[in-house]
């Protein structure tokens, strides 16, 4: 059974990660993934790390959450979401997305219907150092702009 939602520490590998998601489904003719890395630079200030917390069960419930409505508006066989969190350093793989359909529209379409939903409703808190100390870090305006596309409106005013 593929496990759709971890949050984890250590680092991923994204062709295992795709092979653990293909295993044993049928009628995959498209797979789309996403990978996103730590930034050096946010806000035009250089970044040295990045922290993530995150609440323990409440995170995976979540994005669980995210993924089922995902299946329900997107013709998709599979999904996988990998979120790190603790400490991590500039260049780091912290997420990955992956999604599996018959067609590429599908897949497409939900990996970034899914990237959108974390960036902005997934129960994380960013902090990053900076040259200036720590700062957390707050969902941006184009980021709650993404998520009404799909018709969803974002609750970080």
């Given at each position: 059974m593929?496990?759709?939602?971890?949050i984890?520490t250590?680092?991923?590998?994204?062709?295992?990660e795709v092979?653990r998601?293909r295993a044993?489904?049928k009628?995959?003719?498209?797979?789309c993934?996403?990978v996103g890395?730590?930034?050096?630079?946010?806000d035009g200030?250089?970044?040295?790390?990045?922290?993530?917390?995150?609440?323990p069960g409440?995170t995976e419930k979540?994005?669980?959450?995210?993924?089922?409505?995902a299946?329900?508006?997107?013709d998709?066989?599979?999904?996988?979401?990998i979120?790190r969190?603790g400490?991590l350093q500039?260049?780091?793989q912290?997420?990955l997305v992956a999604?599996t359909?018959?067609h590429r529209?599908?897949?497409f379409?939900?990996?970034?219907?899914?990237m959108?939903?974390l960036?902005?409703?997934?129960p994380f808190?960013?902090k990053?150092?900076?040259?200036?100390?720590?700062?957390?870090v707050?969902a941006?305006?184009s980021d709650?702009?993404?998520?009404?596309k799909?018709?969803?409106?974002s609750?970080?005013?």
């Amino acid at each position: 059974m593929n496990t759709r939602v971890s949050i984890q520490t250590e680092d991923f590998d994204l062709s295992a990660e795709v092979a653990r998601l293909r295993a044993d489904q049928k009628g995959v003719g498209a797979v789309c993934t996403f990978v996103g890395t730590v930034r050096d630079r946010n806000d035009g200030q250089s970044v040295s790390t990045l922290e993530l917390e995150h609440y323990p069960g409440m995170t995976e419930k979540s994005i669980e959450q995210m993924i089922d409505e995902a299946f329900r508006r997107f013709d998709i066989l599979g999904a996988r979401v990998i979120h790190r969190v603790g400490l991590l350093q500039p260049l780091d793989q912290i997420v990955l997305v992956a999604v599996t359909s018959a067609h590429r529209g599908e897949s497409f379409q939900a990996c970034e219907f899914l990237m959108d939903y974390l960036k902005t409703q997934a129960p994380f808190w960013k902090k990053e150092q900076t040259p200036e100390g720590a700062r957390w870090v707050d969902a941006r305006v184009s980021d709650d702009a993404a998520l009404a596309k799909w018709g969803i409106a974002s609750n970080n005013a």
